[in-house]
């Protein structure tokens, strides 16, 4: 069964970083499309940004240029280096596992990302 856990949230000022990772248990990992998504307070939770098994990533037009998606197979992780950030960034930032050929997924616990201005 997969599992994955989420770290490397936190508060941070305009401007700053922050990287997030994401380990997964299993054996599904390298064979699987994975995604960061986040929800903001009152909001949809909504896709950040995707990165295929084979290492082609998408990205919202909202994260674009200031942040960016990669994975280490050998780790079973994948990362979201957030930098640029703004107010509007804030939110729990959640991973997700598209387990391939089939509808179903698999999502992290979520991990709290705080930007003030």
């Known amino acids: 069964q997969v599992q994955l856990v989420e770290s490397g949230g936190g508060l941070v000022q305009a401007g700053g970083s922050l990287r997030l990772s994401c380990a997964a248990s299993g054996n599904l990992f390298k064979i699987s499309t994975m995604g960061w998504y986040r929800q903001a307070p009152g909001k949809q939770r909504e896709l950040v940004a995707t990165i295929t098994s084979g290492g082609t990533t998408d990205y919202s037009d909202s994260v674009k240029d200031r942040f960016t998606i990669s994975r280490d197979n050998a780790k079973n992780t994948v990362y979201l280096q957030m930098n640029s950030l703004k107010p509007e960034d804030t939110g729990v930032y959640y991973c997700?596992?598209?387990?391939?050929?089939?509808?179903?997924?698999?999502w992290g616990q979520g991990t709290q990302v705080t930007v003030s201005s």
């Open positions: 997700n596992l598209d387990i391939i050929y089939t509808p179903n997924d698999v």
